[in-house]
Nanobody, 115 residues
Framework: QVRVAESGGGLVQPGESLRLSCTAS????????MAWYRQAPGKERELVAA???????EYADSVKGRFTISRELRQSTVYLQMNTLKPEDTAVYYC?????????WGQGTQVTVSS
């Protein structure tokens, strides 16, 4: 059974940085893609960044230039380096792992940006 675990969330002040980690385990093959989504209170879940097995990356316009997604293929681990955080980045951040048979979501990690 696939397990997806996120870590690295927390409370920071505007302008500070955080690094989120997500690791998928329980299957003997690598995912096709790994991505970060976020959901703020009262809003729909939105894509933040994604990285495909080809190495292609995509970002939401709101985080371009501030967030960087990277991946360790062997460990099925993906990171999200978040710099220059803003209060509007406050949300629960979810990791989604895409396999050929379907998607698996993590439980989420809270990121709060507040002074």
């Amino acid at each position: 059974q696939v397990r997806v675990a996120e870590s690295g969330g927390g409370l920071v002040q505007p302008g500070e940085s955080l690094r989120l980690s997500c690791t998928a385990s329980g299957v003997p093959f690598s995912p096709n893609a790994m991505a970060w989504y976020r959901q703020a209170p009262g809003k729909e879940r939105e894509l933040v960044a994604a990285m495909h097995v080809s190495g292609n990356k995509e970002y939401a316009d709101s985080v371009k230039g501030r967030f960087t997604i990277s991946r360790e293929l062997r460990q099925s681990t993906v990171y999200l380096q978040m710099n220059t955080l803003k209060p509007e980045d406050t949300a629960v951040y979810y990791c989604k792992v895409k396999y050929s048979y379907g998607d698996v979501w993590g439980q989420g990690t809270q990121v709060t940006v507040s002074s």
